[in-house]
Each structure stands twice: as C-alpha cells, then as structure tokens.
Nanobody, 123 residues
Framework: QVQLVESGGGLVQAGGSLRLSCAAS????????MGWYRQAPGKQRELVAT???????NYADSVKGRFTISRGNAKNTVYLQMNSLKPEETAVYYC?????????????????WGQGTQVTVSS
C-alpha cells in the first residue's frame, strides 16, 4: 500500500503565495509521475500540474507562469509553489502518484491519492 500525505495548505490573501508538499511512503519501487489536482466546491476535480520521473512537467493553462511543480531530492516527494493566487483558486488540493510497489512479495502498480489540503484565497 502506498500512502500520500499533503501539507502546506492554508489561508492566504489574493496575490499571495503558498507552497504545498506531498510525500509518498510505502514499499515503493519507483514512481512514474506525481501531480497536483484541485477540487472546488460544486466542481469537478481538475488537473493543476504533473511531473514525470524524468522531470517533464505539464500545467493547466490557468496556472502557467504562476505555479511551479518540482520533485524533491528523495524523489518520493513533490512540491507545488503557488504564486499570485486568486480567490477562484480556493479548493482542496490533492496529490496523486502512480508507479510500482511491492505487494505480497511481487511487483504491482499503484495509483494513489492523498487526503487533500485546503487552500483558501481571500479577496
């Protein structure tokens, strides 16, 4: 079993910054990609940014130039630096990861979600 734990959410004024962190734990062999998604009240969960093991990144158009996703030295961690935040970006932000782990002595694939961290941007 692979667990993801997010941290770093909170309340910030419009135009401010926050840095989210996510750490994956468990019998992980390798991680293909990690990413951040968000879900605002009454809306569907949407992609914010992803990063592959090779360092390739992908961003939602709405956050390009303001958000930066990066992997930690441990490679099982991912960060999301969010600058110039807007009130409409208030949401629960979720970490996601997929890869390979050891289950009952064999390799298995996983795709896991964290529990989410609340980001509230006040106007």
């Amino acid at each position: 079993q692979v667990q993801l734990v997010e941290s770093g959410g909170g309340l910030v004024q419009a135009g401010g910054s926050l840095r989210l962190s996510c750490a994956a734990s468990g019998s992980i062999v390798s991680i293909n990609a990690m990413g951040w998604y968000r879900q605002a009240p009454g809306k569907q969960r949407e992609l914010v940014a992803t990063i592959t093991s090779g360092g390739s990144t992908n961003y939602a158009d709405s956050v390009k130039g303001r958000f930066t996703i990066s992997r930690g030295n441990a490679k099982n961690t991912v960060y999301l630096q969010m600058n110039s935040l807007k009130p409409e970006e208030t949401a629960v932000y979720y970490c996601n990861a997929d890869g390979t782990y050891v289950r009952a002595g064999s390799y298995s694939t996983f795709a896991s979600w964290g529990q989410g961290t609340q980001v509230t941007v006040s106007s």
